[in-house]
């Protein structure tokens, strides 16, 4: 077992929150949510990011509209639906749930 | 100077590095491999496109006006190779999972009419070639490789593969209708769900559309109709490649574990096996181990090959793996098959020079000769007779002796008035001394008791002598009016027999004779 495995695999589980909650305050195309999950150290590589944007959308919680660019590619911007939203509220919960526990048990 | 090529991703127009190109497209080859038809598969490329053409985009301020290899390196760096990014089994349960939850929350909800019955029909849009595989798939819910591979080996089973396929592509409707779809993925059929299908067709019809514009563009207007013909074609290639490897793997099992009636001899223990042949025709054992090695390579590299060469057709694959292996494969086969060629030259040379003895038996004074023997046929070749003691057999052996059962007899006419009786045994071997020898070793029981002569049903040689056209015949010279008893048949000169002599055995380069008063003839 090696520990970048382990990272590798706590960071997964949190990334699919992570971007729902990108996308709770306002709408955002792959580009720019991919800039917020580098900054943070989410993702190593930007790959990562689509085949989970697809899995989000078909289960509903996230959908789109196209949006032309000027100079660049048409873009396709995201956003949370009603069932998204809820989720994500449901995950925030979960999360504080989360950390209050892990640092209880971090600190015994 | 390097050549560039300009293209189009997404809309906006590059211009790119040849070397660059093959690369990127390299790249989304891979990756459509690593998501394998999985659910939204085309809208992760597609997502994945924008963001090299954002990318390529990004490299490109300023002057530069060219993207070249090393952005493109950079950007699948950003990006992640397709392996390190598509887990396809997890996620692929995971979809499953949530469908499968979800289908059953639609059918609490709609309680007993979402009845969603599966039907199958052939989906030509993922087709290889009519779609039946896919088919197949969609309707119990598997990977179409494995249909696929399942598949295959009906088609090399029995035969009846191809015409079974034939027919389910003539009865299974081909999916038209949204609803089809749906029941062919067995999805329950509700607004919802067509909705969601339309959206799915309008999405692939229109990226399809931009798909044929494009090959349109590149490989002119039928290039896809040209790309099915030639797919069906190389199909149908690789499946008789295939198939004519099965058939040659069996026959060479067939061969190595004997039993295989290949030579009508036998044995203690059976059927002469090609082994065994092979013992009995080689001139030592080395040569036999050599014999084996350069046959196994021939056979083994042929068999394999066909195989290879049908599976990377089959699955189009095509780098220098496959083209290295083909070769290895084909030099293989070129070594094993000129060992093969120089042992036989060998045997043959070993097989050039005849050696013969000529014994006499005895020499008789009677009004009738009679010859008893336990050969129960007999057959007439102008003035040779064949006694053929078992002619099921050419050959039998038994305790390292070699038993062949056809005794010649050729009547003369005597110079006096006794019956002379000769027997004579011919060899082959490279040397005069080597076939000589070998004559002298074939043996065969013959008496003479008085007017009567007793003829034993076969001759023998030992087994280390090797088969080396062994001959064996017996002269008896018949006085003028006298006549001869063959098993209670009547034998006479000149009436029931043209008797006249024809030596025609001149065809040895060189032979040599030892005569039954033990002198040596060379070239007699």
Not at chain 2, 125 to 149: H, L, S
Not at chain 2, 199 to 216: C, H, L
Request: glycine share 6%.
């Amino acid at each position: 077992m090696n520990v970048e495995n382990t990272q590798q695999q706590m960071r997964k589980g949190i990334l699919e929150y992570c971007i729902l909650s990108i996308l709770k305050s306002q709408e955002q195309y792959p580009s720019e949510i991919l800039e917020k999950l580098k900054e943070a150290k989410l993702i190593v590589v930007e790959g990562t990011l689509y085949p989970l944007l697809t899995r989000l959308k078909n289960a509903e919680l996230l959908s789109y509209r196209w949006e032309e660019s000027t100079g660049g590619p048409p873009r396709k911007y995201y956003s949370l639906t009603d069932s998204g939203k809820e989720f994500t509220e449901q995950l925030d919960t979960t999360w504080q749930e989360l950390q209050t526990a892990v640092e209880k048990i971090i600190k015994d | 100077m390097k050549k560039t090529i300009s293209v189009n991703i997404k809309g906006i127009n590059f211009i790119i590095e040849e070397n660059a190109y093959e690369r990127l497209d390299n790249y989304l080859v891979r990756l459509r491999r690593s998501l394998n038809n999985q659910e939204g598969s085309e809208e992760i490329i597609e997502d994945i496109e924008i963001r090299i053409a954002e990318l390529c985009k990004e490299k490109l301020n300023g002057s530069k006006e060219v993207v070249e290899l090393v952005d493109i390196e950079s950007i699948i760096e950003t990006l992640g190779e397709p392996e390190e990014y598509v887990h396809t089994d997890e996620e692929t349960t995971n979809q499953s999972q949530s469908h499968s939850q979800n289908q059953s929350q639609a059918g609490k909800q709609e309680e007993s009419d979402a009845k969603h019955e599966k039907r199958l029909y052939r989906d030509t849009e993922n087709a290889q070639i009519a779609g039946v595989c896919q088919g197949i798939a969609n309707y119990f819910n598997m990977d179409v490789v494995i249909i696929r591979i399942i598949w295959v080996l009906i088609f090399l089973f029995g035969g009846f593969g191809m015409l079974l396929y034939i027919i389910l592509w003539i009865v299974v409707p081909k999916t038209n209708s949204t609803i089809d779809r749906l029941r062919m993925k067995g999805k329950p059929i509700t607004v919802e769900t067509v909705r969601e299908e339309v959206e799915n067709a309008a999405d692939t019809f229109r990226k399809s559309t931009r798909k044929f514009a494009s090959q349109i563009r590149e490989n002119g207007p039928y290039a896809k109709k040209i790309n099915f013909i030639g797919r069906a074609v190389s199909v149908a290639f690789a499946l008789f490649s295939i198939f004519i490897g099965i058939i040659s793997l069996i026959a060479f099992l067939a061969f190595l574990v004997g039993g295989f009636q290949f030579i009508p001899a036998k044995t203690d223990s059976g059927f002469l096996s090609i082994s065994q042949i092979g013992e009995l025709a080689l001139s030592s054992s080395s040569d036999v181990s050599t014999a084996w090695i350069g046959g196994s390579m021939l056979a083994g590299s042929v068999i394999l090959f066909l195989f290879l060469f049908g599976f990377y057709i089959l699955f189009k694959l095509k780098n220098k793996w496959t083209r290295t292996s083909l070769w290895l494969l084909f030099l293989t086969a070129i070594v094993g098959g000129v060992i093969c060629i120089w042992l036989g030259l060998k045997t043959g040379r070993d097989m050039t020079i005849t050696g013969e003895i000529k014994r006499s038996i005895g020499v008789v004074s009677t009004e009738q000769l009679i010859i008893e023997s336990d050969l129960p046929q007999w057959a007439n070749t102008g003035n040779i007779k064949v006694i053929a003691g078992n002619q099921d057999w050419l050959m039998e052996i038994k305790d390292n002796r070699i038993y062949n059962s056809d005794i010649r007899f050729k009547f003369r006419e005597s110079k006096d008035s006794l019956f002379h009786i000769h027997e004579i045994a011919s060899a082959k071997a490279h040397t005069m001394t080597a076939a000589v020898k070998k004559a002298k070793n074939i043996h065969h029981p013959m008496v003479l008791i008085g007017d009567s002569l007793k003829v034993g049903t076969s001759y023998d040689y030992p087994k280390s002598d090797k088969f080396r056209l062994q001959d064996f015949y017996v002269i008896i010279e018949i006085p003028a009016n006298k006549s001869i008893l063959f098993n209670g048949k009547l034998i006479q000169l000149g009436k029931d027999y043209d008797f006249e002599e024809k030596e025609s055995e001149n065809e040895y380069t060189e032979r040599g004779r030892l005569r039954g008063d033990g002198r040596y003839e060379h070239n007699y």
